[in-house]
Antibody, heavy 117, light 106 residues
Framework: EVQLVESGGGLVQPGGSLRLSCAAS????????MSWVRQDPGKGLEWVAN????????NYRDSVKGRFTISRDNAKNSLYLQMNSLRVEDTAVYYC??????????WGQGTLVTVSS | DIQMTQSPSSLSASVGDRVTITCRAS??????LNWYQQKPGKAPNLLIY???RLQIGVPSRFSGTGSGTEFTLTIINLQPEDFATYYC?????????FGGGTKVEI
């Protein structure tokens, strides 16, 4: 059974940092692109970043470029999102997702990031 | 960025109804169009990918059509468990973008 479990969310002040993790199991992690998608509570979905199977290709949405870094450790079956210089507008539930056929076929349960003073 | 416009933003329906949701892209996206269902407090669930391919385990009452810039999600014989919010998404190129969502209510 495919499982994705996010962790690392919490309350942080503007300008602060957080590192999100996503532990994957039930599939060969190194065979799949992975994505981070976020959702402001009560609002719509926003894709954040994705990373190729071997980490050789990475894409970000403009609003997080230079502040967020997506990475993966295939030996640990884990996906990460390092978030620096956090802003109030980064407040959201962050989901990791497994990608296949250009779609997010499996999602984790999400971890809440709140940026507030 | 490619903008995805969904309509309607909400609709009221009854069990057994046929429901149609439309998604329009600001430029052609070939068949790189996905549909997701999300229930309150839960992660989204992939229903349809590549415009019309049904994800494994998704009931056949869900279907997707369209081409170029206009796409449609149709649900026939609406069931109680189908009351949810539906999102389209283009994956033609980064940044990947979602529509604003359609809430299907009783």
């Amino acid at each position: 059974e495919v499982q994705l479990v996010e962790s690392g969310g919490g309350l942080v002040q503007p300008g602060g940092s957080l590192r999100l993790s996503c532990a994957a199991s039930g599939f060969t992690f190194s065979n799949f692109w992975m994505s981070w998608v976020r959702q402001d509570p009560g609002k719509g979905l926003e894709w954040v970043a994705n990373i190729k199977e071997d980490g050789s290709e990475i894409n970000y949405r403009d609003s997080v470029k230079g502040r967020f870094t997506i990475s993966r450790d295939n030996a640990k079956n884990s996906l990460y999102l390092q978030m620096n210089s956090l802003r109030v507008e980064d407040t959201a539930v962050y989901y990791c997702a497994r990608d296949r056929d250009h779609a997010h076929g499996y999602w984790g349960q999400g971890t809440l990031v709140t940026v507030s003073s | 960025d490619i903008q995805m416009t969904q309509s309607p933003s909400s609709l009221s329906a009854s069990v057994g109804d046929r429901v149609t949701i439309t998604c329009r892209a600001s430029q052609t996206i070939s068949s790189y169009l996905n549909w997701y269902q999300q229930k309150p407090g839960k992660a989204p669930n992939l229903l349809i990918y590549a415009k019309s391919r049904l994800q494994i385990g998704v009931p056949s009452r869900f279907s997707g059509t369209g081409s170029g810039t206009e796409f449609t999600l149709t649900i026939i014989n609406l069931q109680p468990e189908d009351f949810a919010t539906y999102y389209c998404q283009q994956t033609y190129g980064p940044p990947l973008t979602f529509g604003g969502g359609t809430k299907v209510e009783i």
